[in-house]
């Protein structure tokens, strides 16, 4: 996975730093997590390809989540985009954005899709041979997901060495790889688990911004990889939190530590704060394996 992050603070654009947007490349897929206002220059200053984007993924329905959208939406026509584009976003914001291409008499030469989320719980909403996307309910002053990217098992791996002294006909090797005993050229069965070696561990990433201290998402997201949580606030701001329904570094540490994740990366900070460094340093009170996001930056893991 690589994780590329286009902007990562809360509220408003300024010159030197831009609201929520993310790219992330899993199995041959880019998808575009929110996408706050200049996520199009975003993506052009960091290279990433526009045709590229056939799935975009919106948190919830505050301008510095989405109000990049209809821009992007409308580059994509001028460009001449012929394939699909598919939008998973909570119901309204279809609404929203029709109304701007009927009023601007700018409708899309290609399909647009709008996959509009409403359930409280936790819910697939993609899915393919390789990858799976499930919402993250958060508890925000609107109705928010976070969304959780995981990577399916793959096939298992030959052990050539092995293969081969067991006198396995080629022909066999594709259901090796599927897990299957298979029968040799003596006619004997060989068992798989002797002449394969199991799959690389499914990687996953789990997106939550924006939401207050929430430990009801703790058995989603338990064990991922990665986690990218929100952290607004410092917790000498403590009280600024709860009536936004935000989260401070600490809070999101303590996320980070109950589901016991991999990294965690925080992002969304309020630009009442200059200095980034100390959100890191007042996570690792609660967890050690914390990252700073920042506009710009890449993550592979």
Request: charged share 20%.
């Amino acid at each position: 996975m690589k994780l590329n992050i286009l902007g990562c603070y809360s509220a408003t654009p300024r010159t030197f730093t831009n609201p929520t947007a993310q790219v992330l490349e899993i199995n041959n897929h880019i998808f575009l997590i929110d996408c706050g206002e200049g996520t199009q220059v975003q993506l052009r200053k960091n290279k990433v390809k526009f045709n590229r984007i056939k799935h975009i993924f919106i948190s919830h329905l505050h301008g510095d989540h989405f109000f990049g959208l209809v821009g992007l939406i409308s580059t994509f026509r001028l460009l001449g985009r012929d394939t699909d584009l598919h939008i998973y976003a909570p119901k309204g914001l279809k609404e929203v954005i029709t109304l701007q291409m009927k009023l601007s008499n700018s409708w899309t030469n290609y399909n647009l899709y709008f996959h509009e989320l409403t359930s409280k719980s936790s819910e697939i909403i993609f899915e393919d041979q390789k990858v799976t996307v499930q919402t993250i309910p958060l508890d925000h002053r609107v109705y928010t997901n976070g969304f959780l990217f995981k990577e399916k098992e793959g096939e298992r791996k030959l052990n050539m060495n092995a293969v081969l002294n067991s006198s396995i006909d080629v022909s066999y090797y594709r259901k090796l790889k599927q897990g299957f005993d298979v029968t040799n050229e003596a006619g004997t069965l060989i068992k798989n688990d002797a002449v394969t070696f199991p799959p690389n561990k499914p990687k996953s990433y789990a997106f939550c911004s924006d939401t207050a201290y929430n430990e009801a998402i703790v058995p989603i997201i338990d064990e991922v990889d990665v986690l990218y949580h929100e952290s607004t606030f410092l917790e000498q701001h403590a009280k600024l939190a709860a009536p936004t329904k935000h989260c401070t570094a600490k809070q999101a540490a303590s996320i980070a530590k109950q589901a016991n994740v991999g990294q965690l990366i925080l992002g969304h900070y309020s630009t009442r704060y200059s200095d980034l460094n100390v959100f890191k340093e007042e996570a690792q009170t609660i967890f050690d394996n914390v990252k700073l996001g920042d506009d710009g930056k890449i993550f592979e893991f």
